[in-house]
């Protein structure tokens, strides 16, 4: 049976992969409609991937996960230290997708496809970085990780509590959840599927 930790992990990894990825079906919706998006829910959106998987996930990852990986093992030493800048420069790369979204705001049209754009990038980097991990380090940790470094990240990443992967929300961010699940499209959410979903789901 896999460590409680990784199972934390991939389940994460799945539910911000399919945020990413919702976000730019909506954009792409949007677009191909020539309506502007709804602001509020692609804001709730990147408040959410700022709150829980830069301020949570990348964390634990950095202060628990990879000091004991280093410790065990120094073949991983270059990769974790590649994981870290990424994670590190996590925040920054958001907070400049949120002016981009704000721009795209409050100009209208002008500002689309410079807010597209870096949201594609943001998509790709996030989606490479998190594959990167689930290829090389959370196999590795299976490898080389004692029973008292699992309990101890057991416990740990045990209270991550994301509700996109089936937790019930915490008091504060209850309504934030609430207000994404509503809005964001089908399948992530419970909002209508997008265009490009429903075109997606028949050719399949």
Not at 14 to 20: E, G, I, Q, T, W
Not at 138 to 166: C, H, I, K, S, Y
């Amino acid at each position: 049976m896999a460590p409680l930790t990784l199972t934390v992990l991939r389940d994460e990894h799945a539910a911000l992969a399919a945020m990413l990825r919702s976000v730019l079906l909506l954009l792409g919706d949007h677009r191909q409609r020539g309506t502007l998006p709804d602001f509020s829910v692609l804001r709730a959106m990147l408040f959410y991937v700022d709150e829980f998987p830069e301020k949570r996930h990348h964390r634990k990852e950095t202060e628990l996960l990879f000091p004991k990986l280093r410790a065990r093992t120094p073949l991983a030493r270059p990769l974790l230290d590649r994981l870290d800048q990424d994670h590190a420069s996590g925040e920054q790369r958001v907070r400049e997708l949120e002016h981009a979204l704000l721009g795209f705001e409050m100009m209208g049209e002008s500002r689309r496809d410079a807010f597209e754009q870096a949201m594609a990038r943001y998509v790709d980097f996030y989606l490479a970085h998190m594959a990167l991990e689930e290829r090389e380090v959370l196999p590795l940790a299976e490898r080389v990780l004692t029973a008292d470094d699992w309990r101890d990240l057991d416990e740990a990443f045990a209270a991550n509590q994301d509700p996109l992967t089936g937790h019930d929300a915490e008091g504060p961010y209850r309504a934030l959840f609430t207000r994404i699940v509503n809005l964001v499209p089908a399948p992530l959410g419970l909002g209508p599927a997008s265009t490009a979903a429903k075109a997606a789901a028949r050719r399949g």
